[in-house]
């Protein structure tokens, strides 16, 4: 088993930048790809950025060069940069990790953090 927990929301103004984290626990050595996704008020999660274990990225165009995805040295760590936010990027960003035990893949999912962007 795997569990998320998502950090570093908060409000900010436009224009501003804020950093979230995502700290894995557990079975961390069953993780393939994670990624950051978001859902407004009204609107269906969506993705924001993936990245697999290889280190490969994609982005949604609307964050492309202003959102930066990475994972730090240990493997059980994810963080998203967030520059240069805009009020449509207020949301509840939320982290997945796909995992792979025992030969059977599940998904896993933070309970999410805040991002209120004022403009």
């Known amino acids: 088993q795997v569990q998320l927990v998502e950090s570093g929301g908060g409000l900010v103004q436009a224009g501003w930048s804020l950093r979230l984290s995502c700290v894995a626990s557990?079975?961390?050595?069953?993780?393939?790809?994670m990624g950051w996704y978001r859902q407004a008020p009204g609107n269906e999660r969506e993705l924001v950025a993936i990245?697999?274990?290889?280190?490969?990225?994609s982005y949604a165009d609307s964050v492309k060069g202003r959102f930066t995805i990475s994972r730090g040295s240990s493997k059980n760590t994810m963080y998203l940069q967030m520059d240069s936010l805009k009020p449509e990027d207020t949301a509840v960003y939320y982290c997945?990790?796909?995992?792979?035990?025992?030969?059977?893949?599940?998904?896993?999912w933070g309970q999410g953090t805040l991002v209120t962007v004022s403009s």
């Open positions: 997945r990790a796909t995992t792979t035990i025992r030969g059977r893949d599940s998904e896993v």
């Open positions: 990245i697999t274990t290889g280190g490969s990225t």
């Open positions: 557990g079975s961390i050595f069953s993780i393939n790809t």
